[in-house]
């Protein structure tokens, strides 16, 4: 079979990691385009590719030179989703695309619809469903070991940290230039409630705030930025400053060259962006702790709970014939664990789960190679998913748990209409 031709829209670091992800598996695929306004991002790409490479510098000129892949991977800011989407699908592509697919459920609803009527297929990057965690349980429950899945409690701790870096200082700080947290960071998670229920959200409630991340909880005499000479710097988890040291890798996702940067640069970049900001002084407005209860079509009920308090993700999944439970790591060194225990004699039973190997490639615990090495069998042969958006379960009741959230709490009814 002759490799799948793939071109990448949109080069910060995912899109760089799928691509090097891709030319590490022996020819089954063929990076035909990249594009991105950054030279130094698709001259990462245009190297591994090779010479026959097309490079853009914008997503017009890329769309205007006509149809150049079997697949476009999108993995540009979320509020440029739906276009890009919308037109890739017009322009005859397959699409594996970041989530979310787009800034509100009604934009979702449209590119389904047009992706159906046009017959192609649109994968939402769910990386958490090809980790080797996932894919066990997933596994279980397929097996019947459970028996009847009667409920399934979930919870994502997004860790202190990460929550500063992504989602008050970072790209995803702002609802009205993002999406809401419950989509931007656990669109995953709501994912992984319908896809392990085999259902979709009937009714959805929820409730969550921001807390903590809010000009009143600054300490005494803090300033805009972190590198203006914070009085309590030495002992704030969110000082900037940090960057220099134990948490360097984070700045490889948002600054270019941040590899090779000495001290001083990173201090410049500090100086400027919005990376070196106060974490109680930033026009971030999205949640630090939410809940979601819903009521699945097919009788299960699930829960979730985000918040930025913790690390890690666990899971119960409770069944007519044993329980599963287990989690992922909760810290870098940690590994994943799950149990089943079998209601009618009590018995624990360890579920063995592989290392995460992944040629070298763990990130998202083995997800995003597991992603990419899919994608051949994802959109061709007798596995290829439907046309479509795949994963639309999942964004629905995510959007639809912010909607209940804003309205205090009230039920909301999953309209599909």
Same mark, same amino acid.
């Given at each position: 079979?002759p490799p799948l031709d793939i071109a990448i829209l949109g080069c910060g670091s995912r899109?760089?990691?799928?691509?090097?992800?891709?030319?590490?598996? *022996?020819?089954?695929?063929?990076?035909?385009?990249?594009?991105?306004?950054?030279?130094?991002?698709?001259?990462?790409?245009?190297?591994?590719?090779?010479?026959?490479?097309?490079?853009?510098?914008?997503?017009?000129?890329?769309?205007?030179?006509?149809k150049l892949a079997d697949v476009l991977i999108i993995a540009t800011q979320d509020q440029?989703?739906?276009? /890009?989407?919308?037109?890739?699908?017009?322009?005859?592509?397959?699409?594996?695309?970041?989530?979310?697919?787009?800034?509100?459920?009604?934009?979702?609803?449209?590119?389904?619809?047009?992706?159906?009527?046009?017959?192609?297929?649109?994968?939402?990057?769910?990386?958490?469903?090809?980790?080797?965690?996932?894919?066990?349980?997933?596994?279980?429950?397929? @097996?019947?070991?459970?028996?009847?899945?009667?409920?399934?409690?979930?919870?994502?701790?997004?860790?202190?940290?990460?929550? @500063?870096?992504?989602?008050?200082?970072? #790209?995803?700080?702002?609802?009205e230039t993002s999406t809401p947290m419950i989509v931007a960071k656990c669109s995953h998670?709501?994912?992984?409630?319908?896809?392990?229920?085999?259902?979709?959200?009937?009714?959805?409630?929820?409730?969550?705030?921001?807390?903590?991340?809010?000009?009143?909880?600054?300490?005494?005499?803090?300033?805009?930025?972190?590198?203006?000479?914070?009085?309590?710097?030495?002992?704030?988890?969110?000082?900037?400053?940090?960057?220099?040291?134990?948490?360097?890798?984070?700045?490889?996702?948002?600054?270019? /060259?941040?590899?090779?940067?000495?001290?001083?640069?990173?201090?410049?970049?500090?100086?400027?962006?919005?990376?070196?900001?106060?974490?109680?002084?930033?026009?971030?407005?999205?949640?630090?702790?939410?809940?979601?209860?819903?009521?699945?079509?097919?009788?299960?009920?699930?829960?979730?709970?985000?918040?930025?308090?913790?690390?890690?993700?666990?899971?119960?999944?409770?069944?007519?014939?044993?329980?599963?439970?287990? *989690?992922?790591?909760?810290?870098?060194?940690?590994?994943?664990?799950?149990?089943?225990?079998?209601? #009618?004699?009590?018995?624990?039973?360890?579920?063995?789960?592989?290392?995460?190997?992944?040629?070298?490639?763990?990130? #998202?615990?083995?997800?995003?190679?597991?992603?990419?090495?899919?994608?051949?069998?994802?959109?061709? *042969?007798?596995?290829?998913?439907?046309?479509?958006?795949?994963?639309?379960?999942?964004?629905?009741?995510?959007?639809?748990?912010?909607?209940?959230?804003?309205?205090?709490?009230?039920?909301?009814?999953?309209?599909?209409?």
């Amino acid at each position: 079979m002759p490799p799948l031709d793939i071109a990448i829209l949109g080069c910060g670091s995912r899109g760089r990691g799928y691509a090097k992800i891709a030319a590490s598996l *022996g020819g089954r695929y063929r990076i035909t385009a990249a594009v991105d306004p950054v030279e130094t991002r698709t001259a990462f790409v245009a190297d591994l590719a090779g010479p026959d490479v097309r490079v853009f510098a914008d997503a017009d000129s890329f769309f205007h030179a006509g149809k150049l892949a079997d697949v476009l991977i999108i993995a540009t800011q979320d509020q440029d989703h739906f276009g /890009h989407a919308t037109a890739a699908l017009c322009a005859g592509y397959d699409i594996l695309l970041e989530k979310p697919a787009a800034e509100s459920i009604e934009r979702c609803r449209e590119l389904d619809g047009l992706a159906r009527t046009l017959g192609r297929r649109v994968a939402l990057c769910f990386v958490l469903r090809y980790t080797p965690f996932y894919r066990a349980v997933k596994d279980v429950v397929d @097996a019947g070991s459970l028996g009847r899945v009667v409920t399934i409690r979930a919870s994502e701790g997004v860790e202190p940290f990460h929550q @500063a870096h992504s989602f008050v200082r970072g #790209h995803w700080r702002n609802s009205e230039t993002s999406t809401p947290m419950i989509v931007a960071k656990c669109s995953h998670d709501a994912d992984l409630l319908c896809w392990l229920s085999g259902s979709a959200a009937k009714t959805v409630t929820s409730h969550g705030a921001l807390d903590w991340f809010t000009g009143e909880r600054a300490p005494d005499g803090a300033p805009a930025r972190c590198t203006d000479g914070c009085p309590a710097a030495g002992e704030c988890i969110y000082d900037s400053h940090r960057y220099l040291g134990d948490r360097r890798r984070w700045l490889g996702m948002v600054m270019d /060259h941040a590899e090779e940067a000495d001290d001083e640069r990173i201090l410049e970049f500090l100086r400027s962006s919005p990376w070196g900001r106060c974490v109680y002084r930033c026009d971030n407005d999205v949640v630090d702790h939410q809940v979601v209860a819903a009521e699945m079509e097919n009788g299960v009920t699930a829960t979730l709970t985000m918040t930025a308090f913790d690390c890690g993700r666990t899971l119960e999944i409770h069944g007519t014939k044993a329980s599963l439970r287990g *989690g992922t790591p909760l810290n870098e060194a940690g590994a994943p664990e799950l149990w089943l225990r079998h209601h #009618h004699d009590g018995r624990v039973e360890p579920i063995p789960l592989p290392e995460v190997d992944a040629q070298g490639y763990a990130g #998202h615990g083995g997800g995003d190679f597991g992603l990419v090495d899919s994608l051949d069998r994802m959109f061709r *042969g007798p596995d290829a998913i439907e046309p479509g958006l795949d994963g639309f379960a999942g964004h629905e009741l995510a959007f639809e748990a912010e909607l209940s959230r804003i309205e205090g709490g009230e039920a909301r009814r999953v309209n599909r209409a």
